[in-house]
C-alpha cells in the first residue's frame, strides 16, 4: 500500500505562510504538517527557484510532479531528448553570463513540443542530483560571510600613457541574505585583501560569526581538509573583529559554491554594467562598481517578490554581531637579533629599540604599526614602545640595560653639549662637531667623553684653547685634542707655531682612537 500523501491544499497553505514570513514552527500549528514536512516543502520550494503566485498556479499534478511526490515511472520519450541534451547544457552554463533561462530559450526554439521553462528547470535540477548529489546546506543569519576574488580582472588607464594594467575584484556575501558587497583592489595580497573584509563588514553594518575564505596565500598558510593553518594577520584581524576564520576544503568547491555562484551573476549584472567607460584610478572604478551593485541588491531574487537587501533587513541585519569602535590597524612582522647593546633594529626605519639585556644574541619577532613596536620571543611580549622614525637613533628603556650600563642609556647630545658649555665656548663647538659627524651614536657619544674628560687634568682656560686649536685645524675628534695638549700646541697659535708641528692623521687614528 501506498502511503497517505500529504494534501496539494496543505502545502499552498504552509508555502503561503512561509512566504507571509511566518515561521517553521508557527506553519507547523497552523496546517496540522510535521515540522519535517514542513521544512521539506520549504526547501523544495526554495530548490525551485520560483515565486509564490507561479507555483500556485500549477495543478495539483504539476504541483506533487515539482515536489517529487509521483510514483517513479518510465521517462517519456520527450522526457528522454530533454535528459540527452544536459550534458552539453551543463557544460554551456560553465560559461561566463550563460543562464538557464538562456540554453532553455535554445532548447525550446529548437523543440516546438518541449517542456516550458519551469518543467525544464526541474527536470534539469533532478538530473543534476542524479549525476552530482551534494548535501544541501542551508545557510543560518548571522553565520557566514563567504569571501573570494572573480576569476576575471578589471583594469585601469594610466591617464598620461595610456598604459592598462589588470586589478582584482573582491567579493563577499552573506550566506542567508545573498546581500553582496564588491571592491576593486590593487592585488590579493594580505593588505589588500584583509582591507577588502573589512570593508565589507563595514558595508554590511555588522560581524558574522565566520568568515569563509578561499584557500588564498593571504589567508591560509598551509591547507589541510581538517585543520588549515590561518595566516597570523588574518587570524589576527579576526580576532579583534570578534569572528572565526574557516577556510572552504581545497578541491571542494560546493564550500563556496554561494560566492562563486554570485561571481557569475557578478560578470552579468555589474561586469556588463560598467564595461562601456574607461576608469583611470581605483576609487572611480569602485564608484561605478558600488552603484551597479546597489542595484543589484535593491532588485528582485529571481523568482521572489523580495530582493536581497529586504531579506538582510528582515531577517539578518540584527543577527549579526556588533561591530568594533576602531578599524583594524595592519600589523607588519620582522624577525631580528638583539645586538650586544641589548637594541633590536626595525629595518624599514633604521631606529634600534630596547629589550631586557638578558636576551641579547636571541631571535625575536619584532610587530609593528603605524604608532607601536612590540618585540615577542617565544610568544612572550618582552618590550614595547611607541613607533620612532629617526634614523639609527636609540630609544631605550634604562631597565632593560644591565646596571653597570645603565648610565650609557643617558648619554644624549643635549647632556654633552650642556657639558662642553661649562668648560668653554670653544669646546661646545668641538662637541657640536664631533656629533654632527656621519657615524654611529656610540661612537660620538664615547669620543665626547673622551674630549670632555680631558678637561679636569688640563683645566678648563687651556681645554679650550686646545679645542679652539682642533676647530682651526678642522680636525674633529677626541685624539687631536690629546696631541695639542700633550704637544703644549693650546699655547701657541697656527701663525707662530713655534717648534711643534700638527701631528699627522696616521697618529690621529690608531687602536685607542675611541675611549
Known amino acids: 500500500m501506498l502511503k497517505n500523501k500529504t494534501p496539494m491544499s496543505k502545502i499552498r497553505q504552509a508555502l503561503r505562510l512561509y512566504t507571509q514570513g511566518k515561521s517553521k514552527m508557527f506553519i507547523n500549528e497552523h ?15 526554495i530548490e525551485s527557484k520560483q515565486s509564490f503566485e507561479e507555483v500556485n498556479k500549477l495543478t495539483d499534478r504539476d504541483l506533487d510532479d515539482l515536489f517529487g511526490n509521483s510514483p517513479k515511472i518510465e521517462p517519456s520519450e520527450k522526457l528522454k531528448q530533454l535528459i540527452e541534451c544536459f550534458p552539453a547544457i551543463s557544460k554551456e552554463l560553465k560559461r561566463k553570463g550563460v543562464t538557464l533561462e538562456i540554453v532553455w530559450n535554445g532548447y525550446y526554439q529548437t523543440h516546438e513540443e518541449g517542456y516550458r521553462f519551469t518543467q525544464f528547470c526541474k527536470h534539469y535540477s533532478d538530473w543534476k542530483k542524479q549525476v552530482n548529489p551534494v548535501m544541501h546546506m542551508e545557510h543560518k543569519v548571522g553565520d557566514k560571510m563567504f569571501v573570494d576574488y572573480a576569476g576575471d580582472k578589471q583594469t585601469l588607464v594610466d591617464i598620461e600613457t595610456g598604459e592598462v594594467r589588470d586589478v582584482e575584484v573582491f567579493v563577499a556575501i552573506l550566506g542567508a541574505s545573498q546581500l553582496t558587497y564588491v571592491e576593486a583592489t590593487e592585488s590579493q595580497k594580505k593588505e589588500d585583501f584583509i582591507s577588502a573584509c573589512e570593508n565589507a563588514m563595514r558595508y554590511f553594518g555588522g560581524v558574522p560569526l565566520a568568515i569563509v575564505p578561499d584557500n588564498l596565500k593571504s589567508a591560509v598558510t598551509k591547507s589541510d581538509r581538517y585543520e588549515p593553518t590561518v595566516n597570523e594577520t588574518f587570524a589576527d584581524f579576526a580576532e579583534h573583529y570578534g569572528t572565526t576564520i574557516i577556510p572552504a576544503r581545497a578541491y571542494r568547491p560546493k564550500d563556496k559554491s554561494l560566492v562563486e555562484g554570485m561571481v557569475k551573476i557578478i560578470y552579468t549584472r555589474i561586469y556588463a554594467a560598467i564595461s562601456k567607460e574607461k576608469y583611470y584610478s581605483l576609487s572611480q572604478l569602485n564608484e561605478a562598481i558600488w552603484a551597479a551593485l546597489e542595484e543589484l541588491n535593491n532588485g528582485f531574487l529571481k523568482g521572489r517578490d523580495y530582493s536581497r537587501r529586504q531579506q538582510f533587513e528582515e531577517l539578518e541585519k540584527q543577527v549579526l554581531q556588533s561591530l568594533p569602535a576602531l578599524r583594524y590597524e595592519f600589523k607588519k612582522q620582522q624577525v631580528a637579533t638583539v645586538l650586544k647593546d641589548g637594541h633590536v633594529c626595525l629595518g624599514i626605519d633604521k631606529h634600534y629599540y630596547s629589550v631586557p639585556y638578558k636576551h641579547i644574541g636571541k631571535k ?66 668641538l662637541i657640536e662637531q664631533i ?36 676647530l682651526e685645524y678642522g680636525i674633529y675628534n677626541y685624539k687631536i685634542v690629546q696631541n695639542i695638549l700633550e704637544k703644549n700646541l693650546d699655547k701657541s697659535s697656527p701663525d707662530n707655531p713655534g717648534n711643534d708641528d700638527l701631528p699627522p692623521h696616521d697618529n690621529i687614528r690608531g687602536e685607542d682612537y675611541f675611549v
Not at 496546517?31 to 520550494?45: A, D, E, W
Not at 661612537?443 to 678648563?460: D, E, R, T, W
Open 31 to 45: 496546517t496540522g504538517l510535521s515540522r519535517n514536512t514542513v521544512k521539506k516543502y520549504i526547501n523544495l520550494f
Open 364 to 429: 625575536v619577532k619584532i610587530i609593528y604599526t603605524k604608532e607601536r613596536v612590540e618585540i615577542f620571543l617565544d610568544y612572550s611580549l618582552i618590550a614595547d614602545h611607541d613607533r620612532m622614525k629617526g634614523k639609527y637613533a636609540y630609544t631605550t628603556v634604562s631597565e632593560h640595560m644591565a646596571s653597570k650600563h645603565r648610565y650609557v642609556a643617558e648619554w644624549s647630545p643635549a647632556k654633552f653639549i650642556s657639558w662642553a658649555e661649562n668648560i668653554g665656548p670653544d669646546v661646545k663647538l
Open 435 to 470: 656629533l654632527m659627524k656621519k657615524q654611529h651614536p656610540e661612537q660620538s657619544y664615547k669620543s665626547c667623553i673622551g674630549v670632555l674628560k680631558l678637561a679636569p687634568k688640563v683645566g678648563n682656560e687651556r681645554m679650550n684653547n686646545a679645542c679652539k686649536r682642533a
